[in-house]
């Protein structure tokens, strides 16, 4: 008895999923390309990871300034970079300003290195580790009065 | 002049032991003093008022007329110009930031321009190029204790983690470079280690339960924030060690922040530094109002400066963080009670 009271929910479950689905591809828009494959996003997140990888060791690295201090001297596991809170004014420099700006005034002046080009792979790489370093938090674009840890990191380097 | 005759036992062994006999002068005053000397310490004032200053964190780099070299100097001179004087200084370790000997005379050299005695803890950014020689070779013992005005201050050496480079085949520069990173993930936990702990037990062996004690490490004796080793791995020995006195004082750098707990009978404070300060981590903090503002980057001295503690009769007293920007809340400006 008890097997096929099972089998019947089980049929029941079956049949809503699919009339369910079959909803969803009816007004899916027609030039949307297929998902990803597992390896096509295999190979996208490894290229992220990369990009984090190679933004840590600048973060850590005293070759971007001229005094021997990197901009982990202050920023440990990125904290207070606080970059889900850019673009926002920032009293230093007294404009509004994205999070590379405030990248490039901190190897400018604290570290007395130069300023990196805004496109430039290191600068994308910065701002990646920092950016990866507070996954998960809230936008708050304008937020200037407050400094933020990163994400919380239990061991390793606080990422994959 | 010093009117020898009006000092209690551990007055006189406070000043005695400054001429670095401290041991053998102790069982010689117990044994030409006597009871008479016993009856007196017992009286109601456990100590002479006193003042001490605290610098720490200097992190100098071995590159010529390099900022941090000025901040040093700035924080000696404000020392220089308290009014009253110190008695004395304690460094609480990070003078160098890659633990090069130059690093370090460099801030000898500056620190030699203070016009009260220094005491030296060493910070893990003094230690792990050539393991602390380079550090003992200037400052002798990180492990050591005095008497000053009856109070009973200990230095220990905090900053202390197991062999993590032979296995990784690691020169003395890779150590330091892991070492010199806040958030190493691969060093471990720092401590004080058996022998320190060993060492403790004995110096503080026949002190009576009454006496202040004040303790001076690199990194605090509680677990503030592992990650970036704002603890101390043996601290619960450590405390329990301490637990039968009635107060204990302890003091540490390393966090560059404002930053105070209590466990049972010790109370922990952090301290400024002259080199950059550093964010709060993600933890709610055990005294959230004792803490410093947000720091202006663009003032280089902002989150930077010095303390002192002002010490009283029965061994209360607060410490009061000289900062040189707009740094503390009211609360914490007037000084924090220990
Ligand atoms: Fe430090
Ligand atoms: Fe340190």
């Known amino acids: ?50 990009t984090v990888k190679e933004g840590d060791d ?66 994308k790489a910065l701002e990646a580790y920092s950016f990866y370093m ?11 009065t407050r400094q933020h840890p990163p994400v919380e990191v239990r061991s390793g380097a606080g990422y994959p | 002049m010093t009117d020898f005759s009006k000092m209690n036992r551990r007055e006189f062994l406070g000043i005695t032991g400054k001429a670095g006999l401290a041991t053998l002068v102790a069982s010689a005053a117990g044994v030409s003093f006597g009871m008479v000397q016993v009856a007196e310490a017992a009286g109601n004032s456990r100590l002479t008022p006193f003042r001490f200053a605290i610098l720490t ?38 003078i160098g930031q890659s633990g090069k000997r130059a690093e370090l005379e460099k801030g000898k050299r500056i620190l030699s321009k203070l016009k009260v005695p220094l005491k030296v803890i ?51 520069d890779e150590r330091m470079g892991f070492m010199e990173e806040l958030e190493c993930h691969h060093c471990g936990l720092w401590g004080v280690r058996e022998e320190q702990l060993e060492w403790l037990k004995k110096d503080v062996k026949k002190l009576k339960p009454d006496t202040p004690v004040v303790v001076f490490t690199h990194s605090p004796l509680w677990d503030y924030y592992p990650r970036w080793n704002f603890q101390t791995e043996d601290a619960p020995q450590i405390r329990e060690i301490l637990s039968g006195f009635e107060r204990v004082m302890a003091f540490h750098g390393h966090v560059h922040q404002v930053v105070y707990n209590r466990i049972g009978n010790l109370s922990s404070i952090g301290t400024l530094s ?65």
């Open chain 1, 1 to 50: 008895m008890k097997s096929n009271i099972k089998s019947r929910l089980f049929t029941f479950t079956g049949t809503t999923v699919a009339i369910v689905s079959f909803a969803f591809l009816a007004i899916e828009p027609a030039q949307a390309r297929k998902p990803f494959t597992q390896d096509e996003l295999a190979a996208q997140y490894k290229d992220l990871m990369a």
């Open chain 1, 58 to 123: 600048l973060w850590h690295s005293a070759k971007l300034g001229k005094n021997g201090l990197a901009c982990a001297n202050c920023h440990p596991d990125a904290a207070a970079s606080n970059p889900h809170t850019f673009p926002k004014w920032q009293a230093n420099l007294g404009q509004v300003i994205p999070l590379r700006d405030m990248i490039n005034w901190c190897i400018q002046v604290p570290l007395e290195g130069q300023a990196l080009d805004a496109n430039s792979k290191e600068m």
């Open chain 1, 134 to 144: 507070h996954r998960g938090f809230k936008l708050k674009p304008g937020e200037n």
């Open chain 2, 57 to 94: 964190d200097a992190h100098l780099y071995d590159i010529p007329d390099h900022k941090f070299d000025g901040i040093l100097k700035k924080a000696v001179d404000d020392v220089n110009n308290m009014n009253p004087l110190p008695d004395f200084v304690v460094y609480l370790g990070d």
């Open chain 2, 122 to 172: 060493p910070g893990e950014h003094d230690w792990y190029l050539d393991m602390g020689q380079a550090w003992r070779d200037m400052f002798g013992s990180p492990t050591w204790s005095f008497d000053h005005k009856g109070v009973h201050f200990i230095g220990m050496n905090s900053i202390l983690v197991r062999d993590f480079w032979t296995m990784k085949g690691l020169t003395p």
């Open chain 2, 274 to 338: 002259t080199s950059w300060p550093w964010p709060y981590p993600g933890i709610e903090l055990p005294f959230p109002d004792i803490k410093m503002n947000r720091v202006d980057p663009g003032d280089i001295l902002d989150g930077l400066g010095t303390q002192y503690i002002d010490l009283e009769k029965e061994f209360s007293g607060a410490l009061h963080y000289d900062a040189w920007a707009d740094l503390l809340p009211e609360g914490v400006k007037k000084g924090v009670k220990l």
